[in-house]
């Protein structure tokens, strides 16, 4: 696949309705938040010489990592989440990880954009911050460490 730059038309997509899918369980949760959908491919420096015999550096592509998946949701009285990080916490990892996916939704409900995650595992689960004098929603966020992401719609 190359990039050609052209514009396509397409308006970008709404980031705002999402769900999470674990081991094909779609529609475990609907999220109001999610970040740390990335690739990151360090470059490494390779020392060569040209047909000439001029030294040059040349970048390539070295080690490619992936962002820790966060989402955030309203607090409610499913606790499947920390179910799931209580798994880690209490040493069964074989059975906490597993493949899932981040959709993005249409207004309709449809499926428009997916991201599917290999070997996926809670690093993270935080409980809401209480104050008696405030009126937020009660939050809770989920951070999913991973071994890979790709786009497959």
Avoid at 77 to 104: K, M, N, P, Y
Wanted: charged letters at 20%; one cysteine or more; a negative charge.
């Amino acid at each position: 696949m190359s990039y050609s730059g052209l514009d396509t038309g397409e308006e970008g997509l709404q980031g705002f309705a999402f769900m999470l899918e674990v081991d094909g369980q779609a529609g475990i949760s609907y999220f109001t938040k999610c970040s740390g959908l990335s690739i990151d491919i360090e470059g490494a420096e390779h020392k060569t010489m040209t047909p000439s015999g001029a030294y040059i550096k040349v970048m390539i592509p070295g080690r490619t990592s992936y962002g820790d998946i966060e989402l955030s949701r309203g607090l409610t009285s499913d606790t499947a989440l920390e179910d799931w990080a209580d798994q880690v916490a209490t040493g069964d990892i074989t059975t906490a990880r597993c493949d899932g996916a981040i959709s993005i939704m249409s207004l309709t409900g449809e499926v428009v954009a997916q991201f599917e995650f290999k070997n996926g595992w809670p690093s993270k689960w935080s409980g809401p911050s209480m104050s008696a004098t405030s009126t937020e929603a009660a939050v809770e966020s989920l951070t999913i460490s991973h071994e890979n992401l790709v786009r497959v719609q």
